[in-house]
C-alpha cells in the first residue's frame, strides 16, 4: 500500500493508506483505488474501495463497500457511498446505510443518512428502521431526526413504534420520542395494541413506557379482545 499525508492547517491533516494513489491539478485531487484506508487526526477514518478527496473543498467521497468509524462519538456507518465534508464535519451516506451509535446503544438503517457531527443529529430518510438494543424497541417510519444531545428522536411517515417485552405497536404519521423519560407523543390519527388486549384509536397520544400510561384528550375508540367497542370523548389508560 501507499501512504501520504495531506496538510491543510497546522493542525489538520488527511492521511492516505491505499493500493493506488494519483495526484492531480498541482496536488488538489487526490484519488485513491484498489481499497484503502483514508483517516483524520480527530480520530475519523473511512475505509472502501474507491476514493476521491478535494483539498480545496475538504470533499472527500468514498465509493464501494464503505465504513467510517468517529472514534470519538463512537459511530459506525456502513454504506455503499460516503460523502464526507472535513471542514464542516458532516457525512453523507447513500445505499444500505446501517449507523450504530455504540454509546446510545442504538441502529439506524436507512437508504439514506445524513450525520451533522457539530450539531449532534443523525437524519435519516427511505425505508427507515431504528433498533434499540438496551429496550428491544423498534421505530420504523419514512423520515426520522435522532437529536443526540437531546437524546430524542422524531419520526414522520408511516410511523410503527414497537415494544417486544412490552407488547406495544403504536402507528401514527408522527411522533417524538423522548428517550430520557421514556415518553411518546404522537400528532395525528393513532392505532396503539396494549398487551394485546386492547386497540385505541385516538389522535394526539401521549404514552409513558415506564408506568405503562396511555392517554388523549381527543375522541377514542378503544376495542377489547371480545371485540367490545367503546367510544369516548377523551381517555387516560
Known amino acids: 500500500n501507499i501512504s501520504t499525508s495531506i496538510k491543510e492547517s497546522s493542525e489538520e491533516v488527511v492521511n492516505f493508506n491505499v493500493s493506488e494513489i494519483e495526484i492531480t491539478q ?19 477514518s473511512i475505509i472502501a474501495d474507491e476514493f476521491i478527496y478535494n483539498k480545496n473543498t475538504t470533499l472527500l467521497v468514498a ?3 464503505v465504513l467510517f468509524k468517529d472514534d470519538k462519538k463512537k459511530i459506525v456507518i456502513k454504506a455503499d457511498n460516503i460523502s464526507y465534508i472535513k471542514n464542516q464535519e458532516k457525512t453523507f451516506a447513500t445505499g444500505d ?11 439506524i438503517f436507512a437508504n439514506e443518512i445524513s450525520y451533522l457531527k457539530r450539531e449532534g443529529q443523525i437524519l435519516a430518510k427511505d425505508k427507515v428502521i431504528l433498533k434499540d438494543k438496551n429496550s428491544n424497541s423498534s421505530i ?5 431526526l435522532f437529536s443526540q444531545n437531546k437524546d430524542q428522536i422524531e419520526v414522520e411517515g408511516n410511523v410503527k413504534f414497537k415494544d417486544i417485552n412490552r ?3 403504536i402507528k401514527s404519521e408522527k411522533a417524538i420520542y423522548q428517550k430520557k423519560i421514556e415518553k411518546i ?22 404514552f ?3 408506568s405503562m400510561m396511555l392517554s388523549s384528550l381527543n375522541k377514542t375508540k378503544i376495542k377489547d379482545k ?3 367497542l367503546y367510544e369516548l370523548d377523551s381517555f387516560e389508560y
Open 63 to 65: 465509493d464501494k463497500n
Open 167 to 169: 407488547n406495544i405497536i
Open 97 to 107: 446505510v446501517i449507523v450504530s451509535d455504540n454509546i446510545k446503544n442504538l441502529t
Open 140 to 144: 420504523s417510519a419514512n423520515e426520522l
Open 185 to 206: 407523543f404522537t400528532q395525528g390519527k393513532t392505532f396503539a395494541h396494549i398487551d394485546r388486549d386492547y386497540i385505541f384509536e385516538s389522535s394526539d397520544v401521549t
Open 226 to 228: 371480545y371485540n367490545a
Open 208 to 210: 409513558f413506557k415506564n
Open 26 to 44: 498541482d496536488g488538489n485531487i487526490i484519488k485513491g483505488s484498489n481499497g484503502g484506508e483514508v483517516y483524520t487526526n480527530d480520530g475519523i
